[in-house]
């Protein structure tokens, strides 16, 4: 058996039940299972598990025993997924965990790439950030991620879930040729599952209180429990081809004037979202008020606070608990009043930024996505939701891949292909020095700096300095896009350097002029040309000079490399969360609101960094060889040495010197 | 759950955690240098020991790190991690003496929790690491960036650094790992199911 759980039984922390009960499965070798159940039946708790990663994050208590050959699991969220700042290193990190000769591993990720679709030939450049990928397009990247390490078992958490239907099944291909062409296990979740069927030995069930109810062959399963399945709300096959009127969303009768809801379609990437957005901005700067519009934007994450549920509901309306409980219910959530909005899954926080949405029937609303992710049971209680808001004289624009949805349009919009992700920037702007010769160079000055016996020999290699930097900056028009957008910087800079002197005068015992201003100019030696180095810095390159030239332990290194990956990404995360607060008239002002989102770009970044954590886990970063050592790391790339950076060093030596020995 | 966890084993987990947030402190840095520091050490014209008080701010990460991984090094490597953005981004003057300047405010707080063996982490003890590592870090200012104040003042300059640190970064670098925990972000780390559990005691 490659799969074998006993008596299974998760309590995750925090939660008033058990989340599995007393779960006992087998999996074979080279068997595929379709994982079935409910929101919130435990699903991905217990892909989790089956991955070890659950384990290893000490957050639920766990009894039973679990026994699984090596995995890999697909999170749900690819965008936490991505470790690197290329789609070449994001794909190759497995490969350097299991410490792979770094001639191979350019070979490895090349078939990855090329088993999931991505191949060079499609125009894809390895190079690119994956940021800048649809989301069919990153779920395949990561995808092609876990393969390099060739996993005997693959744990797949609602793969394609949030993907169009074309997306959906290149993704679904890409995990059917892997699995026929190794024999691996496959475990996969998915509420609309249909499209598996055909793929899949067996399902497997489980309800609402984490238990197991069924296993067997689909058609077996769906014959003998079809009852119970249709009243737990599973997408059976019927449903997907049902006419959606029938799905048990109620006719509701018009008010007076009537709503209209408008279904803006088309494949993933296209810019639903981004329309979604110019159309909610237009209507405020119509001068409409905040108070006149519903929004669930792209991410709902974004839309949760620092209070539970109840209370968020209430405060960002503006309304009673009552109101806000009502709301709840109408997205049949009635349950998770009290919950903490970070202790939510994805779907659940869709559920309760959409309750914000419809609460009070607003004019104007546009929804993005409301109903990814979604069980049957869930997925009628949001239509009808928004069926009755319609009801209220509403005019609703949704973004939406879902055909069952869009049959409730009353007009449908369609958006093409657009060239806005082709033309993202291939990869992190090269500066013309490496990260590490700019920070060996800025040592060099700094040491050299500390040394300077008089205020001339400080001012003569200040000069010589400044008239080196004006030359380079001449020369290179690669440093002067660089220094050029960072132009503002130099204020604060400036700033730094005057109150060095400045204090330094005020307060000595005998105000000499000469050491105050020795020291300003010492610090402006070496503070100045920091300026230079500033730019957008290709973590890949500087992990990789820290490892291979610096020899630093790998592990904090490429760990500190996500960091700032992941830091990257702070900037549009506070940018859309600054927005949806004004949006929601919920932002404070001036400090208090620069507090508000930092905190809640903290708990944004804190989010996202477990589910990394666990991406990376199932990548091989923790890896131990047979005798529990860790697998010595390899990179993907030799450390890169820039064209100028030898030029660079000697001249920070040779100004540094000029300094120290000038009498 | 399992709490005999190894001191010296840093889960992944512990690492990328630590890493991210260490560097969206580091952003925060950033921020705070370009933005703030420029405007509060004008207005510290008047009598400059006082932007010293500013110091518990850039030591935050050390006791927020060590307070949310509970061992050894996570101090250091939160310092070096936040110096290392916030000198990579650009636009302080202290360029790459940033890293020197984040071992001292480190090493204050690594100490104290390796007195008590990595054993407790009350607020107190947050504020003495924070103290002592002001300390280090006014010393090294003595040497790199103050050298000519007198004496008086420089004894004034020690006061107000290690009142901020105590302060800011002891307090304050405490509590933020609490804010993160009471709103169950950071479940995995025994720190956050701790504050995790008080809040729900709370709502009941």
Known sequence: ?663 | MNNKTNLFKWRVVDLVTLAVLSATLGVAFWGYDVFVWPLASTIGVIYPPLSELQLGVWMIPAVFGAVLVRKPGAALYAELVAATLETLLGGNPWSWTNLVSGAAQAAGVEIVFAIVAWRSYTVWLAAAGAAISAVFEVFYEYVAWVPEYSLSQKIVYMVCGVVSGAVIAGVGGWYLVRALGKVGAINSFAAGREARLAAIRETI
């Open chain 1, 1 to 663: 058996m490659t799969i074998s759980v006993r008596h299974l039984t998760v309590r995750l922390f925090g939660a008033g039940r058990d989340t599995l009960s007393d779960i006992t499965l087998e999996v074979g070798q080279g068997e595929r299972v379709l994982l079935l159940g409910p929101s919130g039946s435990g699903k991905s708790t217990l892909l989790q598990t089956l991955s070890g990663g659950l384990q290893s994050m000490g957050s639920a208590e766990i009894s039973g025993v679990v026994t699984v050959a090596n995995t890999g699991l697909l999170v749900q969220n690819p965008e936490d997924a991505t470790v690197a700042d290329t789609i070449f290193r994001d794909v190759a990190f497995g490969a350097e965990s299991a410490g792979m000769p770094t001639l191979s591993i350019a070979n490895l990720v090349e078939s990855a790439l090329d088993a999931v679709g991505l191949a060079a030939e499609t125009g894809l450049s390895p190079a690119r950030q994956p940021q800048s990928l649809s989301g069919g397009e990153l779920q395949r990247v990561c995808l092609a991620g876990l393969l390099t390490l060739g996993p005997r078992v693959l744990l797949l958490d609602e793969p394609t879930s949030a993907l169009d239907a074309d997306s959906a099944g290149a993704v679904r291909s890409a995990i059917a040729e892997y699995l026929s062409a190794t024999d691996a296990t496959a475990v996969i979740s998915e509420h609309r599952f249909t499209p598996w069927l055909a793929a899949v030995d067996r399902v497997v069930v489980l309800n609402q209180r984490g238990e197991l109810i069924a296993n067997g062959p689909h058609d077996e399963v769906f014959a003998k429990h079809g009852e119970e399945l249709r009243s737990l709300g599973l997408w059976l096959p019927e449903f997907e081809t049902a006419e959606a009127r029938s799905l048990g969303v109620s006719e509701v009768k018009q008010a007076g004037k009537a709503g209209r809801i408008i279904a803006v379609v088309g494949p993933s990437g296209s810019g639903k979202s981004t329309r979604l957005n110019l159309e909610v901005e237009e209507f405020l700067a119509a001068g409409n008020q905040s108070t006149q519009l519903g929004w669930l934007p792209q991410n709902p994450a974004h839309v949760m606070g620092r209070t539970h549920v109840l209370e968020l509901v209430s405060q960002t309306c503006q309304r009673s608990f009552r109101d806000a409980q009502d709301a709840l219910h109408l997205v049949g959530l009635d349950d998770y009043e009290m919950a903490h909005p970070t202790e939510l899954s994805g779907g659940e926080q869709r559920r309760v930024a959409l309750a914000i949405a419809l609460l009070e029937a607003r004019p104007r609303i546009w929804l993005d996505e409301p109903t990814v992710g979604l069980d049957l049971n869930a997925w009628r209680s949001v239509v009808n939701a928004i069926e009755q808001t319609k009801a209220k004289g509403s005019i609703i624009t949704i973004a939406t891949h879902d055909p069952q949805l869009i049959a409730f349009a009353d007009e449908v919009v369609e958006i093409r292909h657009s060239p806005s992700v082709a033309a993202m920037p291939e990869s992190v702007r090269e500066h013309p020095f490496s990260p590490l010769a700019g920070i060996l160079a800025s040592v060099l000055l700094m040491v050299a700096a500390f040394l300077f016996a008089s205020l001339k020999a400080a001012m003569v290699a200040l000069g010589a300095e400044l008239a080196l930097a004006v030359f380079a900056l001449v020369v290179s028009p690669k440093l002067r896009a660089a220094v050029s957008a960072h132009s503002g910087l130099i204020l604060p800079t400036v700033l730094g350097v005057a109150s060095v002197g400045f204090s330094n005068w005020l307060l000595s015992s005998q105000h000499l002029l000469e050491p105050a201003l020795l020291l300003a100019t010492r610090t402006a030696f070496f503070g100045l040309p920091s300026m230079l180095m500033a730019a957008e810095v290709s973590t890949s390159w500087l992990g990789d000079q820290l490892g291979q030239t610096l020899r630093l332990s790998p592990r904090p290194v490429v760990a500190a490399m996500v960091g700032l990956n992941r830091a990257k990404l702070l900037r549009n995360n506070w940018q859309t969360q600054a927005r949806i607060r004004k949006v929601f008239g919920t932002a404070k002002r001036g400090l208090s609101e620069i507090g508000s989102l930092t905190v809640l770009s903290l708990i944004a970044a804190t989010r996202g960094a477990q589910t990394t954590a666990l991406a990376m886990e199932n990548r091989g970063f923790d890896l131990r060889d047979s005798s529990g050592k860790l697998v010595r790391r390899t990179w993907a790339e030799q450390a890169r040495w820039g064209k100028l950076d030898a030029a660079l060093l000697s001249l920070s030596l040779l100004v540094g010197v000029l300094g120290v020995l000038w009498r």
